[in-house]
T-cell receptor, first 112, second 114 residues
Framework: EAQVTQNPRYLITVTGKKLTVTCSQN?????MSWYRQDPGLGLRQIYY???????DKGDVPEGYKVSRKEKRNFPLILESPSPNQTSLYFC???????????FGPGTRLTVT | QQPVQSPQAVILREGEDAVINCSSS?????VHWYRQKHGEAPIFLMI???GGEQKGHDKISASFNEKKQQSSLYLTASQLSYSGTYFC???????????????WGAGTKLIIKP
């Protein structure tokens, strides 16, 4: 089954404790993105990647890092999480730059 | 820069029609529509490109007025399954263009009652 998977689905952590949210897709897509979703603000892009080892900042990259060492994986790293990073995070992939995006199930992160 | 969606929320009876609008203050290259049900991931509906035709499948269609920098999503004879939040995403440019990034509206919540 074609899908985008994210882990963990739910995470509660404390300020400053480094964490990684994994994202993996099995559709051989070149393009992958990370979004955060907050009430009233819709989806905001954090980072995106157009291929292995090619990443670029989105709208709200501060406080986040990404890497794309393999085509299928695109982990999101929060080196020192803060409470304002409490949000619902989605990973997405697409076969073309401007095409349909397939979203993962989401990761609900709470930073206390 | 975020596109403005209207209305913010709408409540309909099953079988009624709905129109959701997405407006931008800047010229657009493409508009993307997604639906998200509570607690789930957004699901793709359709993409409208500059110079392209109105699109649709089943009883959901959309138009893109480039001059007005606006897109509208039409839901005809709404079904209970249409409930959810609808998001538009807009692109102002081509890949490698500085305006390529997809910018999302805040969403329109649609509630369909039996």
């Amino acid at each position: 089954e074609a899908q985008v998977t994210q882990n963990p689905r739910y995470l509660i952590t404390v300020t400053g404790k480094k964490l990684t949210v994994t994202c993996s897709q099995n559709m051989n897509h070149e393009y992958m993105s990370w979004y955060r979703q907050d009430p009233g603000l819709g989806l905001r892009q954090i980072y995106y990647s157009m291929n292995v080892e090619v990443t670029d900042k989105g709208d709200v990259p501060e406080g986040y890092k990404v890497s794309r060492k393999e085509k299928r994986n695109f982990p999101l790293i929060l080196e020192s999480p803060s409470p304002n990073q409490t949000s619902l995070y989605f990973c997405a992939s697409s076969s073309t730059a401007a095409g349909e995006q397939y979203f993962g199930p989401g990761t609900r992160l709470t930073v206390t | 820069q975020q596109p403005v969606q209207s209305p913010q929320a709408v409540i309909l009876r099953e079988g009624e029609d709905a129109v959701i609008n997405c407006s931008s203050s800047k010229a657009l290259y493409s508009v993307h529509w997604y639906r998200q049900k509570h607690g789930e991931a957004p699901i793709f509906l359709m993409i409208l490109l500059k110079g392209g035709e109105q699109k649709g499948h089943d009883k959901i269609s959309a138009s893109f007025n480039e001059k007005k920098q606006q897109s509208s999503l039409y839901l005809t004879a709404s079904q209970l399954s249409y409930s959810g939040t609808y998001f538009c995403g807009t692109r102002r440019g081509f890949l490698m263009d500085s305006n390529y990034q997809l910018i999302w509206g805040a969403g329109t919540k649609l509630i369909i009652k039996p």
